[in-house]
Nanobody, 127 residues
Framework: QVRLAESGGGVVQVGGSLRLSCAVSGRSLNNYGVGWFRQAPRKEREFVAAISRSGGSNEYADSVKGRFTISRDNSKNTAYLQMNSLKPDDAAVYYC????????????????????WGQGTQVTVSS
């Protein structure tokens, strides 16, 4: 069974940065694509970023392009989301998700493609 645990959330001022981590246990991260999603109060869950199993490709929501960077370190079984130039609209609970794929499958922005989810970490952006 794959378990995901997010960390790194907190309170940050507008324009600040945070790095979220997604620690995977139970299986090797090598076999999984990873996505980050977020959900703000009274809003639908939305896609943020995804990285392929190989790490060779990634995808971002338009709202975070140029500010957020997704990465992975398979040796540490951990994925990351570096968030810079944070805005009030970025405030949400952030979730990481994993899906088992073959090596050539690209990343996915569709939450329905993911099999495993973490519990989430809260990001608050203060002005």
């Amino acid at each position: 069974q794959v378990r995901l645990a997010e960390s790194g959330g907190g309170v940050v001022q507008v324009g600040g940065s945070l790095r979220l981590s997604c620690a995977v246990s139970g299986r090797s991260l090598n076999n999984y694509g990873v996505g980050w999603f977020r959900q703000a109060p009274r809003k639908e869950r939305e896609f943020v970023a995804a990285i392929s199993r190989s790490g060779g490709s990634n995808e971002y929501a338009d709202s975070v392009k140029g500010r957020f960077t997704i990465s992975r370190d398979n040796s540490k079984n951990t994925a990351y989301l570096q968030m810079n130039s944070l805005k009030p609209d970025d405030a949400a609970v952030y979730y990481c998700a994993a899906r088992r794929t073959i090596l050539t499958v690209p990343e996915s922005s569709d939450a329905r493609d993911y099999d495993y989810w973490g519990q989430g970490t809260q990001v608050t952006v203060s002005s």
